[in-house]
């Protein structure tokens, strides 16, 4: 995470990994503000994705989506940790 490519690499590729889904088409509609920065009681942070509408879950009485969050939580003390990459 020392030059600009590696950082954007880093970033994209922890992004993906917690939080991909349907491969291409939900990565290009991401947006910054899909990712929430929160804080557990303890002091840990970590982010969340807030979920839209997409093409198989638009929401609604009869949609069958997966309640189950997808979280990214702090390594703290790791020079690796996916929070700091994501807020540097």
């Avoid at 491969?23 to 807030?50: F, H, I, W």
């Amino acid at each position: 995470m020392n030059t600009p490519e590696s950082l954007v690499n880093t970033a994209w590729s922890y992004t993906i990994l917690y939080f991909g889904r349907r491969g291409r088409e939900n990565q290009r509609a991401m947006k910054p503000g899909d990712l929430q920065l929160k804080t557990t009681t303890s002091g840990l942070k970590y982010y969340v994705l807030r979920e839209r509408a997409t093409k198989n879950h638009p929401g609604g009485v009869s949609d069958n989506e997966d309640e189950s969050q997808s979280v990214m939580m702090a390594w703290p003390g790791n020079p690796r940790c996916p929070v700091a990459c994501l807020e540097k």
